[in-house]
């Protein structure tokens, strides 16, 4: 299997160290190791067809900067010009246009290989184009990590879950949110909780993806489709963020032994990410960075499901588990 991956940041070098970790496993396994013969940061590349020496390359990427010497001005041409199996896409997500990663994605697809994503932003505008694209090509597309990082909900829904019909997922799928909300719970204002979010990297230089609902919007976009089979996009779902919630907001919620928390929900007919009143001890009424999500199914009932959202090591997990998935059933593993 040769590997190429678009996006050799702090995700791209997690699954650099993933297949380090996992080398005698996937040896054992599949009787070789996965080959990474192209990786591309946002300005340079590196390659070769038999395969990258991969400590080299995480090394080369933290003492520089970046992953080669050589620059190149179009990746999904880069693509087409590297002899590869599949693609690993973790280009940072744009959820206005899909950025690079569309475009990656779509080269991929219909050059006929396979696909792991854990960009947010084709999937949230061109979920249904993609499967199809995927479909009429005979290509395995994944992208369990886009929704909660290492916490498995899409893989659980279609695998686990199974013959279940499920009636709702609701769930917590910010961990930036969620940290300035118990914060504030503590007394802390919206400003303040923001700023120490900023100062720990939880949250970015201009938050408004987070604080406004997009990204959670972008992932339950991704839920409606996969699970619900739905043909939505960004830009069907209700969204409402937290820069609005008052100190006062939070202390009355605290009064009636309640919290809020942005929670996106997904049904047959509910499509939404809002800030709601959680009793305190409930599921979804958790404190700090985690995801959560409830699935409510008919025959096992709800089953709540938690994570860690965002990492390099914990995402780059999501990601080796697709992969495991795809040479499973590329080679007719059990």
Do not use: W
């Not at 179009?74 to 590869?84: F, G, I, K, N, V």
């Not at 409510?296 to 780059?316: F, M, Q, S, V, W």
């Amino acid at each position: 299997m040769k590997i190429a991956v678009s996006g050799f940041g702090t995700v791209g070098q997690g699954v650099a160290e993933v297949l380090l970790r996992r080398r005698d496993f996937l040896t054992g396994r599949y009787g070789e190791m996965p080959q990474i013969v192209l990786a591309m940061d946002s300005r340079t590349y590196a390659a070769d067809p038999e395969g990258l020496d991969l400590q080299a390359l995480i090394d080369r990427k933290k003492e520089t900067g970046s992953v080669g010497k050589t620059g190149y001005s179009d990746s999904a041409e880069l693509l087409s010009r590297t002899d590869y199996d599949m693609l690993i896409e973790v280009t940072p997500t744009d959820i206005k246009t899909g950025g690079a990663g569309l475009k990656n994605i779509t080269r991929a697809l219909e050059s006929g290989k396979d696909v792991i994503t854990v960009n947010k932003g084709p999937l949230a505008l061109r979920f249904c184009e993609l499967i199809g694209l995927a479909r009429k090509n005979g290509c395995k597309f994944r992208f369990e990590g886009t929704v909660g990082g290492a916490m498995p909900i899409i893989n659980l829904c279609h695998e686990n879950l199974v013959g279940e019909h499920i009636r709702s997922i609701r769930g917590i799928f910010n961990g930036t949110c969620n940290y300035i909300l118990s914060k504030m719970d503590k007394g802390q204002p919206y400003e303040q909780a923001l700023k120490e979010a900023q100062q720990l990297g939880y949250a970015e230089t201009d938050p408004t993806n987070d604080v406004e609902g997009y990204d959670t919007a972008a992932k339950v976009t991704i839920l409606a489709n996969s699970v619900f089979h739905k043909k939505v996009t960004v830009n069907d779902v209700k969204i409402t963020g937290i820069s609005k919630i008052t100190a006062e907001a939070v202390a009355q919620a605290a009064s009636h032994n309640m919290v809020i928390r942005l929670i996106g929900e997904v049904s047959e007919t509910k499509l939404e990410v809002s800030p709601r009143l959680i009793p305190v001890g409930h599921p979804l009424s958790i404190s700090g960075t985690l995801n959560i999500a409830q699935i409510e199914a008919d025959l096992a009932g709800p089953i709540t499901i938690t994570g860690r959202g965002a990492g390099k090591i914990e995402t780059a997990s999501a990601i080796l588990s697709d992969l495991i998935a795809i040479l499973d059933e590329r080679r007719g593993h059990a």
